[in-house]
């Protein structure tokens, strides 16, 4: 036989017919302030007796615990109806708090990640806090210890969670009411300040009555702000959310009334701890879903950005090479006429005996250089492109290049009555000696030409184990909004009529691909008014044994030529250009002994014993049915050593690429007369000291 009660305090005492049945934490009350539930108590058939038998029942509850009316029956029976009665008031609450509580936890870690997602996150902690104070009712212990502050503890949830709700209401529905923040934040702090107070002093119950319908009342606001926010967003999918949100509202009504206005049975239940859980969880499900859909978009916004770049990449490849193919035909073109007339105005400039004549070439001569200085400056970025230029590193003597750059560059800043001072230094950095010179004269030019007043400053300073080559002006300066652009091809400041004589804008594009190449770091300080300072970052090197300027072999100043009575084979397919050639090699003295178009007229020439070895030959690189590379080689077949030039105008970086494994002398056209000049002495001077060396001594 059994006893069974649907609603038995916590802290009770039993005894059938004068004998004690149970007695349950009546003499230790800490912790348990006495909550009602289920109870099933075994009665042995020695305590019952024939006819009537006495229960009598004590019990010490906290508020609203309550007695059921008491079932005796068969074990059996009873069980099975006290295990259903235990399901449905105490696991199953507890079951849907507890995974209501882990979505929640979830929700906060996810807020964590992402604050700005403040309806998740503050809808996560109303759910967290809500469970776990709908969780502890169903403990047999407080988790306060004692009665009193338990009662303080949830009076305070309480009134954390409607503010908490108010502040999910707004971020849901997108809104902000200030004034009603403000209200919210008061109500946190104040009414369980308040509650404190009225704990300490044992009238907690009737603030509750107080406190309670201003709470309800506060949650009207967030309740219509759910409503709108649902209809704006998505109709449908939000109505959930908002009828769940608005049955916590109604269950909050439900147990004010149960608890704390005594206008129920003192049999009911409360249902938030039904409610919450189970709105909790909708809504729950409802922001887990928008998150879920808003990856799945931004995922499939990544494919497509992806898809996108991957088709923008290869469209930039292909107009890239498109660009290659357009300025290596061009420039080919370009150059061809150029040298004509570059070598035809420097004779022009020769036999004149006008100055009115000589003024004009010399303007001529103007315009032809800066169209070379185009070509140039494109044919050494299309190099740089191709991979045809390959650092040479090694130990660079800063002073060689100073020097190099001062005997360039020291003219044009005179001309302008600008100072340009090299600070001594004796660094010695790891670089290539040819690309450095190239970034510092760029720089240093820029520099001249920016700068109207004042002087320009070179300097190399040792910092942090580097060594920092500065560039510095007092020019116009470059606006911050300009610095990084003045770096890409054709960008210039203050050059909208693209005036070939303030430079063609690729200077500094040459600069930053070589300094990439050489893994130096560049950078650029600059106040627009104030002048701007370059630098380079360089290493330092250790021993200085192979010091090599290109400035020094270039550079050497113009001794007079001596091609007086050298016989020189000629290979031109351009008419114009050949006969040019023609007639500046007669003028520096030299004599054309044979200047062939292709290279079977060249090999049928060769071919032919009376022919004597000429001193040198200058090919074009470019030639029908063949190329210089060919030409060269069948004449050094025939004559042996035969010093050559070979001069081209071509930028295809395949081209580019086969010359420079040629390892042999290039000119890249357009030239100016001296670089020709220079170029053919020291053609000449290259195989006669190689002659010397090897020859024996007498
Ligand atoms: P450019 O041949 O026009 O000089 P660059 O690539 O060398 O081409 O320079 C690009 C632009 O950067 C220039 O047009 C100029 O406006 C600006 N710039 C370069 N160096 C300086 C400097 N030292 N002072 C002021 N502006 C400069």
């Known amino acids: 036989m059994a006893l069974m009660f649907t609603r038995l305090s916590t802290r009770h005492r039993l005894w059938i017919n004068g004998r004690p049945l149970a007695n349950q934490a009546m003499d230790d009350a800490f912790g348990n302030p ?27 509850h906290a508020q609203r615990a309550g007695l059921s009316s008491v079932d005796v029956g068969p074990m059996v029976t009873l069980r099975a109806r006290y295990l259903r009665h235990l399901l449905v008031s105490v696991e199953l609450p507890q079951a849907l708090n507890m995974a209501c509580g882990g979505l929640a936890l979830l929700l906060v870690l996810i807020w964590r990640r992402r604050p700005s997602e403040v309806a998740l996150g503050s809808f996560g902690v109303i759910a967290l806090v809500g469970s776990v104070r709908n969780y502890s009712y169903f403990l047999d212990t407080s988790v306060t210890g004692t009665a009193l502050w338990a009662d303080w503890f949830f009076f305070a949830i309480n009134v954390w969670i409607v503010a908490l709700f108010g502040v999910f209401a707004q971020a849901f529905a ?4 200030p004034r009603y923040r403000r209200w919210l934040l008061g109500l946190a702090i104040v009414v369980p300040a308040l509650g404190l107070v009225a704990t300490g002093l044992d009238r907690l119950q009737e603030l509750r009555g107080y406190a309670y319908p201003v709470l309800i009342g506060t949650c009207l606001p967030g309740l219509w ?3 709108a926010g649902a209809r704006a967003k998505r109709p449908w999918g939000a109505v959930g959310p908002a009828l769940g949100m608005g049955a916590m509202v109604g269950a909050g009504v439900h147990d004010y009334m149960f608890q704390t206005a ?41 494919t497509e950005l992806e898809a996108r770049v991957a088709a923008r990449t290869r469209e930039l490849e292909l107009a890239n090479a498109a660009k290659t193919r357009f300025l290596a035909s061009a420039s080919h073109d370009l150059r061809q006429p150029l040298v004509t007339i570059g070598l035809l105005v420097g004779l022009a400039k020769d036999r004149s005996d006008s100055p009115q004549t ?54 044009a800043a005179s001309l302008k009555g600008l ?43 040792r910092r942090g184990g580097r060594v920092v080559i500065e560039v510095r002006d007092s020019g116009i300066g470059i606006a911050p909004e300009h610095q990084q652009a003045i770096f890409q091809e054709f960008v210039q400041v203050d050059n909208p009529a693209r005036d070939g004589t303030k430079g063609m804008g690729l200077g500094l594009a040459i600069v930053q691909r070589s300094a990439a190449m050489l893994g130096h770091r560049i950078g650029l300080e600059s106040a627009l008014g104030r002048g701007s300072r370059f630098w380079v970052e360089l290493p330092p090197a250790e021993a200085p044994q192979a010091v090599f300027s290109d400035a020094a072999a270039v550079d050497t100043p113009g001794e007079p030529v001596p091609l007086q009575g050298r016989r020189v084979l000629l290979m031109e397919d351009d008419a114009s250009v050949r006969a040019a ?28 014993p009376q022919q004597s070895a000429p001193d040198l030959m ?22 042996g050593a035969l010093p050559a030039l070979l001069v081209t105008g071509d930028i295809a970086p395949h081209d580019l690429a086969r010359l420079h494994d040629a390892g042999l002398r290039v000119l890249h056209k357009p030239f100016r007369p001296e670089a020709l000049r220079d170029a053919l002495l020291e053609a000449l001077l290259a195989v006669e000291d190689a002659a010397e060396t090897i020859a024996p001594p007498c």
């Not at 997108?174 to 009411?177: A, E, K, N, P, V």
């Not at 510092?440 to 190399?460: D, I, P, S, W």
């Not at 007639?583 to 090999?603: F, I, N, T």
């Open 618 to 639: 200058v090919s074009d690189y470019r030639l029908p049915h063949g190329d210089g590379l060919q030409a060269i080689a069948a004449a050094r077949r025939r004559f």
């Open 262 to 302: 005594y206008w129920l049975p003192m049999t009911e239940t409360f249902w938030m701890p039904y409610v919450m859980p189970v709105t909790l969880g909708i809504i729950s499900l409802a922001l887990v879903r928008r998150m879920v859909h808003a990856l799945s978009e931004v995922e499939a916004l990544n």
């Open 225 to 227: 702000l759910c409503l």
């Open 174 to 177: 997108g809104q902000r009411w």
């Open 34 to 60: 006495g909550f009602p539930r289920p109870a099933l108590l075994e009665l042995s058939p020695a305590l019952l007796q024939a006819g009537h038998n006495t229960v009598v029942i004590e019990v010490v």
């Open 581 to 608: 050639m023609i007639e500046r090699l007669q003028a520096w003295g030299a004599q054309v002994v044979a200047a062939h178009v292709d290279v079977p007229s060249l090999e049928a020439w060769l071919a032919d």
């Open 419 to 461: 100072r340009l001072r090299f600070r001594a230094t004796d660094a010695v950095v790891w670089s290539d000696a040819v690309m450095l010179e190239r970034i510092l004269r760029n720089l240093v030019a820029n520099a001249v030409r920016y700068t109207e007043r004042g002087g320009v400053l070179v300097a190399a300073r």
């Open 358 to 411: 000589r003024q004009l070439m010399n303007r001529v001569d103007e315009a032809v250089g800066s169209m070379e200085g185009l070509l140039t400056g494109l044919l050494d970025l299309s190099r740089l492109e191709a991979g045809a230029v390959k650092p040479d590193p090694g130990p660079v003597r800063l002073a060689a290049v100073f020097d190099a750059i001062d005997a360039h560059e020291h003219a």
